[in-house]
């Protein structure tokens, strides 16, 4: 298991249509990983995972690029109960860290991200002071740690 921790996703420039000022971390792992001719079965990206009243819809980059690793995901959860979080509801594409492991590194990658389904808009506090730890909640960082921990765990077997 490999874990990549990396920034610079919030450094884009929405004045712009390039896409590409965004997630230049992620960018610049995937043209540049920490070993030559690295794989990976596939990549699962955290992402504003842990605040009250959370819903994971399913990301439409990862629907189309890595379909088999979101129903692992999304029917591991709803198996533990927490289909409440990871809703059977397709969301719309964004552009975030998992394009780029996918489209750059070739690995299939799930975003795993609370966002309004319809709108694809994220909580009122997101890019604002008031995301903070005030807006996590316990229960949501437990249901996602608990489903990631067991579709890992189920790698293993």
Same mark, same amino acid.
């Given at each position: 298991?490999?874990?990549?921790?990396?920034?610079?996703?919030?450094?884009?420039?929405?004045?712009?249509?390039?896409?590409?000022?965004?997630?230049?971390?992620?960018?610049?792992?995937?043209?540049?990983?920490?070993?030559?001719?690295?794989? %990976?079965?596939?990549?699962?990206?955290?992402?504003?995972?842990?605040?009250?009243? %959370?819903?994971?819809?399913?990301?439409?980059?990862?629907?189309?690029?890595?379909?088999?690793?979101?129903?692992?995901?999304?029917?591991?959860? %709803?198996?533990?109960?927490?289909?409440?979080?990871?809703?059977?509801?397709?969301?719309?594409?964004? @552009?975030?860290?998992?394009?780029?492991?996918?489209?750059?590194?070739?690995?299939?990658?799930?975003?795993?991200?609370?966002?309004?389904?319809?709108?694809?808009?994220?909580?009122?506090?997101?890019?604002?002071?008031?995301?903070?730890?005030?807006?996590?909640?316990?229960?949501?960082?437990?249901?996602?740690?608990? @489903?990631?921990?067991?579709?890992?765990?189920?790698?293993?077997?």
């Amino acid at each position: 298991i490999d874990i990549l921790l990396d920034d610079l996703e919030d450094y884009g420039d929405e004045s712009r249509s390039d896409e590409n000022t965004w997630c230049l971390g992620t960018q610049y792992w995937s043209k540049n990983p920490h070993k030559p001719s690295y794989v %990976a079965q596939y990549g699962i990206l955290l992402d504003m995972v842990g605040a009250k009243g %959370a819903t994971f819809p399913r990301e439409g980059n990862s629907v189309e690029y890595a379909p088999y690793v979101v129903k692992k995901i999304w029917n591991k959860a %709803a198996h533990l109960g927490y289909s409440n979080y990871f809703i059977f509801e397709d969301g719309t594409s964004i @552009t975030d860290d998992n394009y780029y492991v996918i489209t750059g590194a070739n690995i299939p990658c799930v975003d795993i991200i609370n966002m309004n389904p319809q709108t694809g808009r994220f909580g009122s506090y997101h890019h604002t002071h008031r995301d903070n730890m005030d807006i996590i909640d316990k229960n949501t960082l437990k249901a996602v740690g608990q @489903t990631i921990l067991e579709v890992v765990w189920e790698e293993q077997k």
